[in-house]
């Protein structure tokens, strides 16, 4: 099956303060994004994942290198046609209700009036905005134009839907919800591609993850390949009076407890057996795996450290 | 306290306000005379300023013009009236036709500069061919100071001007006639007569004309004949026919019933019955 | 053609929803009513005073229109990054600027047919009749036209600021292309007279769409002039729109 985005070389460069200098905000990424799978480009900002998502919409044009959405160039009408695209802080017509915008876009879309009226009815119904259909799109809060955003993403069910930041600006509620969505877009047999740099959410969508730093990639593949999934260390918080000879390094927390971080099931056994022994109290055990937070950090730190050594 | 301040601050302000604005009025009054005027640049100036609105631009000069021309405290106000109203608002809109009279009725009746007045009729009827009511009231103002000549010319011009109603050509007989030329008065008379656009009471009335000069252009002639044969023989003649056997004259006119003119040897006049229709 | 409609429609009424337009047409309205009392401080013609006051005011608040709604039509939607999704969409970026001109032109076109509308009634009240008001009327909206494809080129690459101002002086120039071919003859050199000969070809000459003159005093025009004019306008117009759609091409959106 061929990919449905395909990014080869990628280059982007702008012009510094002034005109003086250039930054290479995206340099030199190859990236390949399968159908039906979901796909999380990381990074902290400035990173170039915005300018990755340009170019991947024909807003830029790159410098060097290739991107291709179904084979075609962004630039093709073709291409565009099959996706859906939300951006970050997204701002919509003033003027306009909720139903007349998302008629519009159905417009531009191609689709007839019968089903633009359907498709508008559902998808309103789908991100949660039922009730604000004949609001000006002026008095939406941030959080519904997040989902008016969505719901203008996939409203002609597309193939691919591109989202920038989908998270950014939600609360708890309306962040399950997005998430939801996006796992119910795989369901269907489509493709999500997005960015972001809250990294809790990569980890329960995506199938894949790319971590870009200062515009290069740091690593790509599976999210379970990058993350292992055993439990790499365990938390135990213990308190009172401890054995001098504890495995694993210990913390002290200001509320008179402590962390012991202990390696394996092993020296977990034996902290069980030794603290009460010598008169503590073990108040929890946590076991803990390498999150995308800790693979993400340690990535981050590599690029800086070969940054300062160069 | 600050309030007092605030308060005090607007009513000295008001104060200055009021008291300065009505001493610009009174120095206003006084007369800063006609220095407007002598802002006032050229029309093909202001036609550039226009950008495209030129005959509205022409209007608002024009209206101003009237409130100023109205106002009889100015002196000296009338040395820039062919200006105003012959090269500003000309330029801006020379089709406007009823700032070219405004202005020769000004310049005419109120700054006596007849010449110039006629000066701006000519001006108008020269960008607009079609505007026969121009050199219409060019003969009237010549009309007015008695030179008939003139006037008869410009309704001469003022007849041949596209759409112009023949009526003019009347007009234009009528004053050849008081310029004292009978005989060309005669014939313009009967170019009235003969033009087919006249109707039938204008033909009447061109009749009634050719009659009547006609009768004085003969007995003009005769009292011309008369006094000639005075001279040559120290007396008035005794009758018509003498002063065709004397050969003064080749023949004697006939009236225009077909009479002979009569003749009064005592008082050595002539007369016709015609002339009694008409009493001229 | 469909995107390039929604897009118009879309323009238009995001127009209508702007206080600002029905500011500049209840000014236009007033002072057409306001020309039927200035008419009677003129000794003369009454009516001439209310054909150009009118024929002029639907000019100068077409004008304010073109240029208030024109010069940020392009800009805003950078601006406010409602942009991004709406290139998303499979729209090519020319019908997205013929959409903005299409939709500006219908504004435009409202504006005229009613302070149009309100002329030619102001016009009949007074006993005269207003039927040769209308090429000038016509040509005053082709006129807006030509200067809408300047604004909306303009507005395709800077601020609206900047627009406005450039927009303003292609109306000033062009009211003033005539000078150039009164420059060309008092130019010394050839280079010089060639200069004022191009500048005098290329720049919009406004001057020729302008028939205040004639129809307010009831001449005819010669024949063929109406149609050339209108072709003129038009035919420029789309010149810049093309062009417009061309730079609006190469843009990038950082």
Redesign the interface.
Known sequence: MSAVIEIQGLRKA?RGHLGIGRRAAVDGLDLSVKQGEIFGLLGPNGAGKTTTL?MM?????PDEGEVRLFGRQPTD??A??R?????E?????D??TAV?FLD??G????LDAADRKRRIVTAIERVGLSGSEGTPLRKFSKGMTQRL?LA?AIQHDPELV?LDEPMSGLDPIGRRDVRDLILAQRAAGRTVFFSSHILQDAEMLCDRVAIVFKGKLRSVGKLDELVAREAKWIEVSVRGALPADLPGDRTTVPDGTTLLRVDGVPSLTKVLAAVPAAGGEVLSVWPRRESLEDLFLREIGRAKAEERAS | MRRLLVMLLVAVAALGVGSARARLSDIDAAGRGNKDLLYMPNGKYLKAISLGHAPLLADFVYLWAIQYYSDYTQADRYRYVEHVFGDVIAELDPGYIDPYWLGAVILTTEGKDEEAGLRLLDRGFEKNPSAWILPFLAGWECERFGRFDRAAAYFDRAAKAPGAPPDLFRLKAGMTARTGNLREAISRWQDVLGDPRNNDEARAIAARQIRTLTVRADVQDLDAAIAAFRARNGRPPHSLDELVRSGIVSALPQDPDGNAYAYDPSAGTVSSAASRVLGS | MNAIIAIALNTFREAIRDRILYLILAFALVLIAVSHFVSLLTVGSEVKIVKDLGLSAISFFGLLTAVFVGVSLVFKEIERRTIYTLLAQPVRRWQFVCGKYAGLSLVLALSVVLTGAALLVAVALKGDSPVGLLPAVVLAFVELELIAAFAVLFSSFTNPILAAVGTVATYVVGHLSWSFDLLEKRMAGDIGKAMCRGLHAFLPNLDRLNVKASAVHGLALPPGYFAAAVVYGLSYALLIVILACLVFERREFV
Do not use: T
């Open positions: 702008f340009k919409l024909a807003l830029l044009r009408v073709a565009r046609r996706l859906g695209f939300l951006p802080n997204p701002y919509f017509y003027y306009l007349e519009l876009y417009r531009l879309h191609g955003g203008q591109i």
